[in-house]
């Protein structure tokens, strides 16, 4: 595919007039067919996410006039988890974390619940019909470690259990994604409460929202700016990929950051994951790749135009970020370095790419080329990568908020926890 053609492609391929198309055709099978308006929700037992999502969903059920589903499914291939044990610790983690401010409920076990429970709650969960009020019931006392309880519940056999979760694995494949705790409504995907609020305004424009209800879920925010002067500042080290669109949409809000509460940014990039040799599956790729332009259209970032920087234009702009963090501007490098990436489909690793990166961040070019292409950068950045798995994160972008000693008092993954990331900013300083 030529450089021309494929930021095109992509910029198709993401656009919100194909997303109507796929909307207004979806709709026009179900009315033919005559069906309900059916959201079929994907639940992987050992979940934190589902736990906390299926709590959600017995709100959801009642406030819209919608056919719900429930479907088990086991959790998602090695290869769409290559840190399987981090994601476990990290999720059970962040879910405690996130559960009060939904008004849901979820405290960490420390550890993942054993297999026997996980089976026993299973074959209740099925006994049922899989309906998703038993579900919430069923994962409290799973996540409780209350076997006793799961066990004088109806069940089904081992048998039928482990049936009724390969057809769930298998029709959330054919409809295309890999993770539980996934909602599907009319050919998209929805993940966990983060995401809830965007299947909401889809049934609230679709008019299936029932009289005297309300939006279950919204979109988290950032506390209000700190109104008075801290008397001690806090670092916050911010772990991005170049390569990665969630790292880009997260960008313009994380370098904005100290600008409005008492942090000093460390910025600390890490090599890409398909440059480490752990290939992204196509399944997750695709959804990464409509979902970041989903939240970018949300938040304001431009995003869709592409050119995917893997390899030499990463290489390249990587050579220069010593430089450019010496000057006070590592972050602005690799914002202008996504931001012609992701949104303008520039070819970022050719020459005139890469001087454009470099000015379009207030950089001299002269300097910039003296060091340009060297392999200095390679020792920093597999230490960063050590530092973020240190600390439980293995994905990006990742975020550790030290205190005026260097300890480590907050982490977190994701552009979706910058609000609890300055929330406990907050906390940190009271």
């Given amino acids: 595919m ?3 053609l494929r930021p095109l492609i992509t910029s198709v391929f993401t656009g919100r007039r194909l997303q109507n198309i796929k909307r207004g055709l979806h709709e026009m099978k179900r009315r033919v067919s005559g069906r309900s308006h059916q959201v079929v929700y994907f639940h992987q037992i050992d979940d934190p996410y589902s736990h ?13 006039d919608i056919d719900l589903q429930l479907r088990i499914v086991p959790p998602p291939a090695d290869d769409a988890a290559p840190e399987r044990t981090a994601l476990e610790d990290y999720s059970r983690r962040d879910a405690a974390a996130i559960a009060p401010f939904y008004d849901l409920q979820f405290d960490d076990p420390g550890n ?11 074959r209740a969960l099925v006994a049922t019909g899989n309906k998703v009020s038993a579900a919430a019931e069923i994962g409290a006392a799973l996540w409780a470690g209350d076997s006793q309880t799961l066990s004088k519940l109806p069940l089904v056999s081992d048998t039928l259990a482990a049936e009724q979760q390969e057809t769930g694995r298998r029709e959330r494949e054919a409809l295309g994604h890999y993770l539980g705790g996934t909602l599907y409504y009319a050919g998209e995907w929805y993940w966990g409460v983060d995401r809830l609020p965007y299947l909401e305004e889809r049934l609230i424009q679709a008019g299936l929202q029932r009289s005297g209800h309300r939006q279950v879920v919204q979109f988290q925010s950032r506390p209000a700016f700190m109104s008075k002067p801290a008397q001690r500042r806090l670092t916050m080290e911010f772990y991005p990929s170049i390569r990665s669109p969630y790292s880009y949409i997260s960008m313009p809000e994380t370098l904005d950051l100290p600008d409005h509460y008492p942090v000093d940014l460390i910025v600390r990039p890490v090599l890409p994951m398909v440059m480490r040799d752990l290939p992204v599956p196509a399944v997750k790729g695709r959804y990464i790749m409509r979902d970041t332009k989903r939240e970018a259209d949300r938040i304001g970032v431009p995003f869709g135009h592409i050119f995917d920087p893997v390899g ?10 010593a430089m450019a963090d010496e000057a006070g501007k590592g972050g602005e490098l690799l914002l202008a370095f996504c931001k012609m990436a992701w949104s303008e489909g520039i070819d970022v690793g050719s020459d005139q790419g890469i001087k454009s990166v470099v000015e379009r961040a207030g950089l001299d070019w002269s300097a910039a080329s003296e060091v340009l292409d060297n392999t200095d950068w390679e020792g920093p950045m597999e230490e960063n990568r050590l530092q973020m798995m240190a600390s439980g994160l293995w994905g990006v972008p990742s975020y550790r908020l030290l205190d005026d000693k260097g300890r480590e008092v907050f982490s977190c993954w994701g552009r979706d926890r910058i609000w609890l990331l300055a929330h406990e900013i907050q906390k940190a300083l009271v």
């Fill in 52 to 64: 906390l999502l299926v709590q959600a969903l017995a709100r959801v059920q009642s406030s819209y």
């Fill in 312 to 321: 030499d234009p990463v290489r390249r702009c990587y050579s220069l970020f």
């Fill in 112 to 122: 993942q619940p054993t297999a026997e429970i996980c089976q026993l709650a299973e």
């Fill in 2 to 4: 030529t450089s021309r």
